[in-house]
């Protein structure tokens, strides 16, 4: 079968990267589509299964993420204590080849500060008997018995290039017998300093065998110059590594660890009697590769350095510490497989427990819930009867809880709804009087529409014009009243309402009240509660100026949008404002606008309390229908002013136009 992706044409300019990304969206979308496809099964499933699954959920998936955090606590503590003990041990170690170092170096120093010695090395010409009598039985025994005071120490010689030296076995030779060794071309740059050179065999430098078949005996010499002047010679002191390392070449056979030397040229010095390194195969050579990552990674680091790494399944610890004098490091490789599977098996024998004891428990709860959900299962048919139509329909569960409670409100829900069917017949017959009604109002309301409009042309008949617009405000003001086509309305038809209202009002005064409206041309197609406005303008204008009839009357309609969906309207009035105790009632009577009853006490300007009653319908008409966040507000300074702001939303019945319209009404 041919992929769909090899048989699309390559574009050079997309890349590899739209491909993957193509395939990263496509493997995201089948992704989610398996997931609401689960999702829609398991809805499907009773709630019996659902609650058994979310059991088993709730159950299964946290003691796994303890049992998992546990067991990677434990596996964490072993190999933390695993790495302490190893270390422990290479520490000792480290501490024993210290002391050889010591050992070895205080002999070399002991066997080149014998001046007799020195000038033995440096003679001239062929010494006399007599004389090399005096340095074998003096000089000579002083180095032997060096030796033999320190037993561990295999070999020590020294080397001339004087042809005037006598060798003196086994202590004295000339250099042609260590000139094939890979460090003697680097003896002559010592200068004074010294050499650690580790050798897989100790040679015999005699060569008294025609084939040298001497068995592996891994050592380790210090090389230095001997010096009293010009160049002398070559002093070598050797150790074997089974005394120089006792644990490292103690020889004790150990199936989980083993510690190996590694040189400056990074060769490995290990016990060829273990088994460790030879029985897992690769092992040496990882080794190898682990602690070269290591010295690229810390550097010439003195501390013990360790990491950890897998062969063939296997886990293993690598702890490194530095033997600066030798310029060398001392491995411990250990197995942690030993311990971390007696870890996973103890982890895996818990978890089947764990899976067996929630199948048990799922069992269990499948029973529990079948007995538990059985009430439940009576009022879902109990409900599907009423969805049918059996409206009287009941169910009586005994004892409490929630499956109880809910049917204790469900058969107070039938009830309910039968009340409610016998309240909607009886609106039925009730709406159908109002239509009656209405009708014969209407009829009502022509007859004095048209009455109004014949006192209207005899007045203009008689030239009386302020009575011909009185009447046409009058007019107007009574057909939107009686016009009541619903709750809502225009901005534009309530402030046409309030300006008839003004004009009818005017009559009364003197000094007329002067309407000032100031609204953007857009807010007037804004959606108002009808008959909302005018209740606050007519409280203007009955208790504003009650003192002082002639005095300038002006009350003024601001229309904001403070935000982009919430339009503010501030009433404004010249008047004598409101006490402050009185103040604090009419916020009071705003604030309880829900309550049945109201407060005792007058609230409106000059004891007036119908004032604060009207503002208290508006403002309950107002949350009513638009919500608890909108409403009144009044504000009012005494002797200057008072102001009634209303806020509503941002409603548009019809598209609206541009610009900003100022009217100025003045009766």
């Given amino acids: 079968m041919v992929s769909d992706r090899l048989l699309l044409p390559f574009h050079p300019g997309l890349g590899y990267g739209y491909f993957m990304k193509r395939d990263v969206t496509v493997m995201m979308k089948r ?7 689960f999702t829609y099964w398991i809805g499907r499933r009773s709630m019996q299964s659902r609650l058994v699954a979310a059991y088993i959920l709730i159950l299964l998936i946290p003691s796994m993420i303890v049992s998992n955090y546990f067991f990677k606590q434990i596996r964490d503590t072993y190999i933390s204590d695993a790495l302490n003990q190893n270390s422990f041990l290479l520490e000792i170690e480290k501490m024993n080849m210290l002391n050889q170092i010591e050992a070895i170096e205080m002999a070399a120093q002991l066997a080149i500060s014998d001046d007799g010695i020195k000038d033995y090395l440096r003679i001239n010409e062929e010494p006399e008997p007599a004389w090399l009598i005096d340095l074998a039985w003096g000089p000579f025994k002083d180095i032997q018995r060096i030796q033999t005071n320190n037993p561990n120490i295999t070999h020590l010689r020294l080397y001339t290039n004087n042809a005037n030296v006598t060798e003196m076995w086994p202590i004295i030779f000339q250099e042609k017998r260590i000139a094939s060794e890979p460090w003697f071309p680097k003896v002559k740059e010592l200068d004074g300093g010294e050499m650690w050179v580790f050798n897989h065999r100790d040679p015999d430098i005699l060569q008294r065998y025609a084939a040298d078949v001497s068995e592996e005996q891994p050592k380790v010499s210090l090389i230095r110059q001997v010096q009293s002047g010009n160049y002398s010679g070559v002093i070598q002191v050797d150790m074997l590594l089974k005394y120089f390392a006792p644990k490292t070449f103690a020889g004790i056979v150990d199936d989980s660890s083993q510690m190996v030397i590694v040189d400056q040229e990074g060769e490995l010095f290990m016990d060829r009697g273990q088994s460790f390194m030879t029985s897992h195969e690769g092992l040496r050579d990882e080794v190898e590769l682990q602690f070269a990552k290591l010295q690229l990674q810390t550097g010439d680091s003195e501390e013990t350095i360790h990491t950890r790494f897998s062969l063939d399944g296997s886990s293993f610890l690598l702890i490194a510490t530095p033997m600066e004098r030798l310029h060398a490091h001392v491995l411990n490789v250990v197995s942690l497989e030993g311990a971390l599977n007696n870890v996973s098996k103890a982890q895996g024998q818990i978890i089947a427990a764990n899976v067996v004891l929630i199948i048990l428990l799922s069992i269990i709860t499948y029973y529990l819930n079948s007995i538990i959900l059985k009430s439940l299962r009576r009022l879902t048919e109990t409900m599907k009867r009423v969805r049918k139509g059996e409206v009287t329909a009941a169910i009586a569960i005994r004892g409490g809880g929630e499956v109880g409670e809910l049917a204790h409100h469900f058969n107070k829900l039938i009830r309910t709804i039968n009340e409610l069917i016998a309240q909607g017949v009886r609106k039925q017959a009730v709406t159908k009087e109002a239509e009656l009604r209405t009708l014969h109002s209407q009829i009502d309301s022509h007859f004095l529409y048209n009455t109004l409009e014949n006192i209207k042309m005899l007045a203009e008949i008689e030239g009386q014009r302020t009575i011909s617009d009185a009447l046409t405000s009058l007019g107007g003001m ?76 002006q009350i003024k309609i601001d229309v904001i949008a403070w935000e982009e969906d919430q339009i503010t309207i501030n009433v404004t009035d010249n008047g004598i404002g409101i006490e402050p105790y009185r103040l604090g009632r009419l916020g009071e009577i705003l604030r309880t606008a829900d309550d049945e009853e109201l407060p005792s006490g007058d609230y409106g300007r000059g004891g007036v309390q119908a004032g604060g009653i009207g503002l208290r319908n508006v403002h309950q008409r107002i949350r009513l229908f638009y919500g608890n966040e909108y409403g009144i507000e009044v504000k009012s300074e005494e002797g200057k002013f008072t102001q009634v702001t209303m806020t509503f939303p941002k409603v548009l019945l019809t598209g609206g136009g541009s610009g900003h319209e100022k009217f100025d009404d003045r009766g």
């Fill in 31 to 37: 992704m989610a589509s398996l997931i609401q496809s």
């Fill in 478 to 553: 009574m057909r939107y009243n009686f016009k009541w086509s619903g709750e809502y309305v225009k901005l534009r038809d309530e402030i046409r309402h309030i300006r008839n209202y003004i004009d009818v009002m005017n009559i009364r005064f003197d000094e007329p009240i002067r309407l000032e409206l100031n609204i953007p041309s857009e807010f007037m197609e804004l959606e108002v509660l009808k008959m909302s406005l005018q209740p606050i303008v007519e409280n203007a204008v009955k208790h504003a100026w009650p003192e002082f009839p002639d005095q300038e009357k």
